[in-house]
């Protein structure tokens, strides 16, 4: 029996020591010690039986422990303070990695919605790289000769002059006000403003609006939102007239920044309509109808018809008894009607624009269904200046939009100073005739540049670039042959230029070729890389 209660102290010790340590290699050592405490037990009585086992015991737990900790790895050093540069260094290598571990280190990646990692994932288009090469090795004649030539990006810079000339004569009291009159004061531009946009402003655009149509047409300006930029005025009305999965009609070619502007945050979709070269690019109801009716087979719920007066790539413009038959089909579908007419101003030769806002003063149509996109980034060449226009005829648009344009006001400097611009009537008159005279002059030159390479372009009346056919150019009539001519232009000869492609069109071989960027120097430049690469 005392041997019973010994065994039983010695499990309940085993028991013990393996809570403590944590271990099962208690465990193991006792089926070692179990047999010797039998053998001394017999020869060294009670105390030395009891004694010996226990000693054994933990000598074993000691072997046990130590055989892990040699076998794991070394402790981490401990912290030292990291400078900023080093900070900054360690930072950058971690984004090249793709690495979101902190410094201090992380259980994984941090969390990143769905929406911003399909953006991420989302491939971009030949546009959008030609730009990024221009970008990154922009031509210049003594700087850079050999960089890219510019002629994918709608940019105006034929008439800069005129505006850099007005601002240096006008930009201190336009922001400060007028010494003689009041004294100086930041108050109206340091401070909170409306966000979507001054009332003197508003006025100011709506004045201006009417300018540009020659006085055709009286523009409210309660019905005008101001946006940093066409695109958020675009966009904002995506968000308005359509549901996420919803589509607009769109025919195509079109301006290949669409597929972001209206997609990206609205989750609008495109449906192009397309337009064919036998038909000079235009728009033909029948299309849209059959657009239309496909689409709804699909699923598809159209909310808009999204067109540009004039059109980009092609610059033609859309006539009065077009616009009609355009309004009709908005109605008849009652789906809505968006004008993009952001080159209103910049219609040269023979070309008449006509704005649905006109067309729309002279009838009776449903005016809560129709919008109008406009901005001074290129009547005006203030691109940078972020400056867009959504002009609507419906009064729940306008009052979503109000709200919407908190996020994405035009500042209160830049409004103040275009209040002042867009005022001088004077300066605006002589100014629209000479971008005219200028958009006229450069159009013939690279049209006719082109002509003596052997290639053709549609007729074009408005916008700041062309529509030239080079699909005898390309090896294979595809889209493959038009992206590997497209490749030598950019990466042999220099030329950045817009293929038919990445603005939907669906015959392959035309591209947009931009000419506001040039001066008549890098003209000739661009005729000559051009040549070559036609040449090979």
Not at 479 to 505: A, M
């Amino acid at each position: 029996m005392t041997q019973d209660i010994f065994r039983r102290r010695n499990q309940g010790e085993e028991e013990g020591t393996r809570r403590k340590t944590g271990t099962l290699d208690g465990g193991a050592a006792m089926r070692i010690i179990v047999p010797l405490q039998g053998v001394i037990q017999g020869r060294g009585g009670l105390v030395l039986g009891f004694v010996a086992p226990c000693a054994l015991f933990y000598f074993l737990q000691l072997f046990f422990r130590r055989y892990r900790s040699s076998s794991s790895p070394p402790p981490a050093p401990p912290s030292r303070s990291v400078s900023s540069s080093q900070l900054a260094v360690e930072s950058e290598t971690q984004s090249q990695l793709g690495s979101l571990v902190s410094l201090r280190g992380s259980s994984g990646p941090a969390y990143i919605s769905s929406r911003a990692l399909s953006l991420r994932k989302t491939g971009n288009s030949e546009y959008y790289v030609g730009l990024k090469e221009y970008l990154d090795n922009p031509y210049d004649p003594v700087m850079n000769p050999n960089g890219v030539i510019q002629l994918g990006l709608a940019d105006n810079k034929l008439t800069l002059d005129l505006i850099g000339e007005w601002m240096s004569n006008n930009m201190r009291r336009s922001l400060l006000g007028d010494d003689e009159v009041a004294p100086l004061s930041m108050c109206g531009i340091a401070g909170y403003q409306r966000f979507d946009g001054l009332p003197e402003m508003k006025y100011a655009v709506a004045g201006f609006m009417n300018q540009v149509l020659n006085g055709k047409v009286s523009f409210n300006p309660s019905q005008i939102i101001l946006t940093a930029g066409a695109t958020p005025s675009i966009e904002i009305l995506s968000y308005c007239l359509a549901d996420p999965g919803n589509a607009f009609l769109v025919p195509s070619p079109y301006y290949p920044g669409f597929d972001r502007d209206i997609k990206f945050r609205s989750g609008v979709e495109m449906i192009p309509v397309p337009c064919r070269s036998t038909d000079s690019f235009n728009i033909s109801i029948t299309a849209l109808d059959r657009a239309y009716t496909q689409a709804k087979k699909r699923g598809l719920k159209v909310r808009a018809l999204l067109l540009s007066n004039p059109s980009n790539p092609v610059g033609n413009l859309i006539s009065r008894d077009l616009w009609y038959s355009l309004l009709d089909f908005s109605r008849e579908r009652d789906i809505h009607l968006i004008s993009d007419e952001i080159f209103a101003g910049s219609v040269y030769g023979d070309g008449e624009f006509v704005s649905v806002a006109e067309v729309l003063s002279s009838g009776e149509f449903d005016k809560s269904r129709v919008h109008i996109i406009y901005g001074l980034s290129k009547d005006m060449c203030l691109a940078g200046f972020r400056v867009g226009v959504l002009y609507s005829y419906n009064e729940s648009v306008l009052a979503a939009a109000t709200r919407l344009a908190r996020f994405c006001p035009v500042s209160a400097p830049t409004q103040r100073l275009m209040t002042s611009m867009l005022s001088d009537r004077v300066f605006i008159a002589q100014f629209l005739r000479e971008n005219r005279e200028r958009l006229t002059k450069m159009h013939g030159a690279f049209v006719g540049g082109l002509k003596e390479l052997g290639i053709e372009c549609t007729k074009s009346v408005g916008g700041f670039y062309c529509w030239a056919d080079m699909s005898h150019l390309i090896r294979s009539y595809s889209e493959k042959g038009e992206i590997e001519l497209w490749k030598k232009l950019l990466y042999d000869g220099g030329v950045n230029v817009t293929p038919g492609s990445s603005c939907h069109s669906i015959e392959p071989g035309w591209f947009r070729c931009c000419f506001t960027m040039l001066s008549e120097e890098e003209l000739g430049v661009a005729m000559e890389r051009i040549r070559k690469v036609a040449e090979n």
